[in-house]
């Protein structure tokens, strides 16, 4: 376990269920073992529809979980009508704070181009209808991500999970007013354009995240992630931009608070 964090954060992209997590009671225990490491809260997220109604139930099982509906755009080969009122229905619960993760991945062959990109313009319009945030999910796919968001028009929050962009692509979001999320992968050795990146983010506009069970951050890559590893990552971001881990945990946490709206959801 890492040390515990000097101020809270929230692990703002997660997947409690790849994670293992089945009931209840396996929530509590991981989300336990967050808070422990300063992982006050976390967004679970889902990438299918049977994901998106076990992530939106529990979110209901404890207060400390909030949840993201959406096709993950390697799987909307079939993306259809059942798909598209199953998730529009989810999105609008109480606790399902954002529309993702969806985007467009270009790494995978498992989806054709055309129908992620038909998929992604159908969420980008979902995020706006329902008022929330949007998770992007971008691999390999930059310049379309950014040419569809500009020709949709952007809801008023968007999140690029797991940014994996350099400096450039980094500074055309910021200008653009996205939030950049960071992963376990920005601590990776060899990621020096990502960590370039990281750099230039201004205070207001970054995010952490472990994509758990995904992409656990260096020394203990390769191994499975959890959501308490957040804390890895906030403490290589600290070192990186040469400041206070603390003031990195606060910057994220209020960042988290300000696009999930997570204060005004009820704990009920």
């Known amino acids: 376990m890492p040390a515990r964090l000097p101020a809270p954060v929230v692990d703002s992209h997660t997947h409690l269920d790849a994670c293992g997590a089945v009931t209840a009671a396996d929530v509590a225990e991981m989300v336990d073992r967050a808070e422990a490491a300063g992982v006050t809260r976390v967004v679970t997220v889902a990438d299918d529809l049977a ?21 993950h755009p390697t799987r909307t080969k079939d993306f259809g009508p059942a798909e598209q009122s199953g998730i529009e229905r989810l999105a609008r619960a109480e606790r399902v704070v954002a529309v993702g993760e969806t985007g467009l991945d270009y ?19 979902l995020a706006k209808r329902v008022g929330k945030p949007l998770m992007i999910h971008d691999r390999d796919a930059h310049e379309d991500v950014l040419r569809i968001l500009a020709e949709e028009g952007a809801p008023d929050q968007v999140v690029f999970h797991c940014f994996s962009g350099d400096a450039g692509i980094a500074r055309r979001c910021i200008d653009a007013g996205y939030v950049l999320s960071f992963a376990g992968t920005v601590t990776f050795r060899n990621a020096r354009e990502l960590q370039a990146a990281a750099k230039l983010v201004p205070l207001d506009q970054f995010l952490v995240e472990t994509d758990a069970p995904f992409l656990t951050p260096h020394p203990f890559r390769g191994r499975p ?31 988290a608070e300000r696009v999930f709206r997570l204060p005004s959801v009820t704990t009920s």
Request: proline fraction near 3%.
């Open 107 to 125: 790494y995978w062959d498992y989806s054709p181009r055309d129908a992620q990109q038909e998929a992604f313009r159908w969420h980008v319009d």
């Open 51 to 71: 994901a998106a109604r076990w992530v939106a139930e529990a979110s209901t099982w404890d207060n400390r979980v909030f949840a993201a509906v959406a096709i």
């Open 225 to 255: 992630n959890e959501p308490y590893c957040t804390a890895y990552t906030v403490a290589y971001l600290a070192e990186l931009r040469e400041q206070e881990t603390e003031e990195i945990a606060s910057a994220a946490c209020r960042n």
